[in-house]
């Protein structure tokens, strides 16, 4: 009997041991994902009139917002974008909750993009950045 006693409790010391190694692999949990939204307001205005961009949501490992507006598709990177169109940035931080508006003047009539980046500025060309485009309209004065 001494000798099943030993073995029971080595067992029931395995078996502690892994459940508080589970317990704690279960506490893990991922990355919150970095997150953006765009809306543009009003979205239907004339030449001369102010909109704003609101970009918003959760910045992850990236740090840096980027904003333009312009005739064209918006490209796939900040770094594309940049490339034929000024961007106005805004620092926000990694692991952030942001929320950035900017006013903008309507300055030609048609349908226009506004363009939106999350991303890293060590990296403004990498493809899994977050980026958003919306449409507004405007119309002559």
Request: charged letters at 20%; proline letters at 5%.
């Amino acid at each position: 009997m001494k000798k099943v006693f030993p073995l029971g409790l080595a067992v029931l010391s395995l078996v502690l041991l892994g459940g508080v190694v589970g317990t704690a692999d279960a506490k893990k949990k991922k990355p919150k994902p970095a997150s953006l939204t765009l809306t543009v307001t009003p979205n239907h205005l004339k030449v001369g009139q102010k909109y704003t961009a609101e970009l918003k949501g959760y910045s992850g490992r990236f740090s840096k917002l980027g904003v333009d507006a312009h005739s064209g598709p918006c490209a796939s990177t900040k770094k594309a974008e940049n490339q034929t169109h000024t961007i106005y940035t805004h620092v926000v931080g990694t692991k952030k909750n942001y929320d950035w508006k900017i006013t903008f003047t309507a300055g030609a009539a048609g349908t226009r993009h506004v363009c939106a980046y999350l991303y890293d500025p060590s990296n403004e060309g990498a493809p899994h950045q977050r980026h958003k485009s919306a449409t507004y309209t405007a119309t002559a004065r």
